[in-house]
């Protein structure tokens, strides 16, 4: 069973920039997609952004245009490039495959001050 340890998370002001990680234990070529999703106080937890075999991308309308999802070659790792921060960004980070079918992990952080 993979395992998935995100992290990158932290205290920002908004319109500010982080970069989330998320590290696989093993190789996640045979997903057909691993997402990012995160979970604010209060809320259920959302999609945010996705990365599909093939290497397309997609994003929550509520992100478009400021978030980018990437991964690296040997397909163990991937990332969140989070620019121009909002408030309403603040929540904790998970990334799973295929939608959810993996333990959920600690998640990370990410708080935007106004």
């Known amino acids: 069973q993979v395992q998935f340890v995100e992290s990158g998370g932290g205290l920002v002001q908004a319109g500010g920039s982080l970069r989330l990680s998320c590290a696989a234990s093993?190789?996640?070529?045979?997903?057909?997609?691993i997402g990012w999703y995160r979970q604010a106080p209060g809320k259920q937890r959302e999609w945010v952004a996705s990365i599909e075999r093939g290497g397309s991308t997609n994003y929550a309308d509520s992100v478009k245009g400021r978030f980018t999802m990437s991964r690296d070659n040997g397909e163990n790792t991937v990332y969140l490039q989070m620019n121009s921060l909002k408030p309403e960004d603040t929540a904790v980070y998970y990334c799973?495959?295929?939608?959810?079918?993996?333990?959920w992990g600690q998640g990370t952080q990410v708080t935007v001050s106004s």
């Open positions: 093993r190789s996640t070529s045979s997903f057909n997609t």
């Open positions: 799973n495959a295929n939608g959810g079918v993996v333990v």
